[in-house]
């Protein structure tokens, strides 16, 4: 365990941000990005969307896979395991053996829901498996570094975890590339694995449609379609213990700015 | 269902951008970043790290705080549900009860280790509850929209798999704003979910440790300490099948490719 002296260290930062300027040596504890590359990443994190079926037959150029996939492979991963693989599929063969799951999983889905919904559910297109030109199924190798992995020794879900972290790495990625990423939950695991020929220790965590797209939408389309509505930043967001509000003058000022943000993101703001 | 000819849907393209250079409508195909943007996303992925040891006690001012939440709260939800709640502990008080649990499954950790993976281990930092001035609880609300849900009805944890994307989308904002996030999955969750008050319906799915910290380090900490190796992209994307590799042309210049994009990243192209 380091101990720590705040106050030394909050001395230290202002020695070499406020009190000599003339010294060019960097504020160690500034390493932010600059307004312009952070706002990059805001419209990244605020443009993505589930697609569908806005999908384009334009193949994807070989170095703008390599950036996606490699960025997937940069998250994080519970003791440095990296349990994923990724499995890009072509062949209009496979990808028909995985459509044929999502319409057998799609009706038994419909019969869930109740009255006007599974009207609704009934109209919604909820995956672009065949006319995406590419597919990726992201696994997960629970068995990759052997049986006991740091910080998996208690939660065992953590190498899931870190798997779906690297599709939403893929998936930010894919979206600054102009690149539509969907992913498809409706088809039985069991089935998906044997589609794929997964080895028994091999998780199918997310199945993705993936191509160019014509249009990217404004906004989720199940927010659109008045499916359920968008939560307010002031719902999600609680102090100290679970759903408890704000009640001092940070917590006041925090769910002011969120709401802020979250305005300029409704209006439009971050719209690419 | 769509059906879509893809030879059209090329003639279209290429007579928006090529046969007709003089109309400025858009190549409604291309909704790509510039090249700077997707660098700056590109340098937040690869510059990212989970920080224990390296927390100042400088406090996250209340916008930078939102921003990084709100980029949380726009990650993608199945059936639109926003399962998560963020709980924001800042009270000692409550850290130590945190670290407590810490404290009593890391040393049932290190019992799991044999030889000189144990000894290894117990000079490790794995986590940095106490000096990062914020941590945060985010948890995942499998009722929140009732039993049934678009897209759950086949993978029952795609609402867990929802969460773990805000916890990546939080941890790439807070990056780009200069902030370190450390994820801490070194707990029991019953315990945990008693020391938070969780209802029973809500799951614990991240801790996190969060502030400005002195220095983000070039590379993983578990990588720098010959725990375990990067792997290679060769190793991680196969072809059609499980851990089937290149046999085509494509596949083999997307591999070339990402060895390429691979040794920028090692050799430090992204670093910030």
Redesign the interface.
């Known amino acids: ?2 101990t ?1 002296d ?1 106050k030394v ?2 001395a230290i ?1 202002q020695t070499n941000t406020v009190n000599d300027p003339n010294i060019i040596y960097s504020n ?6 600059s307004k ?3 706002e ?7 443009s ?1 969307r ?1 697609v569908r ?1 806005q ?4 193949p994807i150029p ?2 703008v ?3 996606i ?3 997937a ?4 991963s ?5 349990p ?8 209009d063969e ?1 990808k028909q053996r995985v459509h044929n799951l999502f319409k057998k ?1 799609h009706d ?2 419909a019969d ?2 109740e009255g006007e919904k599974r009207k609704t ?1 009934k109209t ?3 995956e672009g498996i065949m ?1 995406s030109p590419l597919n990726i199924c992201i ?1 997960c190798d629970k068995d990759r ?1 052997g049986p ?1 992995v ?6 065992k ?2 190498d ?2 870190s798997t ?2 690297a ?3 893929l ?3 894919a979206r ?4 539509g990423v969907g ?1 498809v ?5 069991k089935k998906l694995k044997q589609a ?4 028994k220790r ?1 998780t199918p ?2 199945y993705l449609c993936i191509g ?5 939408f404004d906004k ?1 389309e ?2 659109s379609a008045g ?2 509505p ?2 307010p ?1 002031a719902h ?8 408890k509000g704000a009640d001092d003058s ?2 006041i ?2 769910l ?3 709401n ?3 305005k300029a ?1 409704e209006d439009g703001y971050y719209r ?1």
Not at 40 to 46: E, G, R
Not at 78 to 82: A, D, E, I, S
């Open positions: 365990m380091e720590r705040p260290l909050n930062t160690h504890t500034d390493h932010s990005f312009a590359e952070r990059a990443l805001y419209q990244t994190i605020f993505r589930d079926g999908f384009t037959s334009k070989e170095d896979l390599s950036r996939l490699t960025a492979h940069y998250a994080p519970v003791g440095f395991m990296q994923w693989n990724f499995i890009l599929i072509q062949k496979t999983a038994e889905a869930m829901f559910y919604l297109k909820l006319e696994t570094t006991v740091i910080g998996r020794t208690h939660i879900s953590m899931l975890y779906v972290c599709v939403q790495n998936w930010l990625a600054a590339e102009g690149v992913w939950s409706i088809l039985d695991q794929l020929k997964l080895p091999v965590v997310a160019y797209v014509s249009e990217f989720p199940l927010q499916w359920l968008r939560l930043m999600v967001v609680n102090f100290e213990e679970y759903d940070f917590a000022n925090l002011e700015a969120m802020q943000d979250q993101i690419k």
